[in-house]
């Protein structure tokens, strides 16, 4: 009954984080009648998004082109993002962070001078996927080599939830030898909240934390 | 901050529907690290719904190459979908309907032998659209030429909500004259439903319908 080309949008854009059958169908009509032009821009974008490159130290998504190192010793490339490849950024100060946009976000305050391990999406049980623990591991080799051995602070910026603080007290474990001190974000009564409306755990972070 | 083709993807696609920001970069961030090949793949298949052509008479989206019909007096191509090509389908009776995924709803009861004429989102406020409008006069005109002047029947397959009631009865005095009865799908408990959930009006109208 449907449309080959549209049936095929379906199948595959339903697969997608957050959009179900549903909405695929709803996109694909509305895509299909938005006009050849329209239709080919958005193509050409998703097609864009081959240039992002994968830090290979931070693992962050960049288009960095101007900071690609060949390493001749090891022949491999380095592809490095704005911020790994940046001198002004303190190597010894690591934020350990579940999703770029996290990383967005942080950058944003313009509070943070250090650097970054993505680690993605964290899941539920408390257990690090395989490729999880490899990156934690070139970040401990990383701070052995370029820290002499421990770095200054390692930030564990996983969200304030319940298995956000899971994950975070594994991953502290992971590398406790790799850091004079592990941290985590503070907690507190949001600005613009309200006291009435805060929950006992956030309200006791607010006391703890206060001054 | 964020890379450029990401920028650009999360502007073109925050603007699709249902789709906000956060949605966008998140996909955007999905997408680009889904490898090359998959990038490819989901590029070409939007590209795929360029071929989508839009029926002449009943305006749905199909790719149904074989019914391209040149009209030599008027010199234009008309494009019809499967059904309105259908010659098996009852030329005078016509559901009208607001999406595409209903006519699709429609089609799997089998039920319906008719055409459709697909309108596009009606408004909230009960106004319709010129494109809306366009579309009735052309199916006015076509009943004149086709259906001797009236049709047998018009179903108004709006939802039945509050606004595809106002929608529909304003359609209805756009058509009286075109159709010998105008229709409503009918109302009543939805298989599966209980009597005790049924809000009033539901309940009463599966009274009326009662048989």
């Not at 370029?146 to 594994?170: F, H, K, R, W």
């Amino acid at each position: 009954m449907l449309p080959d080309p549209i049936k095929k949008f379906i199948d595959l854009f339903s697969k997608l984080p957050g959009i179900g059958p549903r909405q695929a169908t709803r996109l694909a009509f509305h895509i299909s009648s938005a006009g050849k032009s329209n239709i080919e821009e958005l193509a050409k974008i998703i097609y864009g998004l081959s240039d992002i490159k994968t830090c290979s130290l931070c693992f962050t998504s960049h288009n960095n082109a101007g900071y690609e190192i060949r390493n001749t010793r090891e022949n491999t490339k380095k592809n490095l993002c704005p911020i790994c490849s940046n001198p002004q950024r303190r190597k010894d100060i690591i934020a350990i962070i579940e999703k770029e946009t996290d990383l967005i976000s942080i950058e944003r305050t313009k509070k943070f001078n250090g650097r970054y391990l993505v680690l993605g999406d964290l899941k539920k049980d408390g257990v690090l996927e395989s490729v999880q623990k490899l990156r934690l591991n070139s970040l401990k080799n990383w701070i052995k080599k370029e820290c002499a051995g421990q770095a200054d602070e390692i930030v564990l910026a996983m969200n304030p939830t319940t298995y956000g603080d899971l994950n975070a007290s594994l991953i502290a474990n992971e590398l406790k030898d790799s850091a004079k001190k592990i941290t985590r974000l503070g907690r507190g009564i949001p600005t613009g909240g309200e006291i009435e409306f805060a929950d006992e755990e956030t309200l006791g972070a607010a006391l703890d934390k206060r001054g």
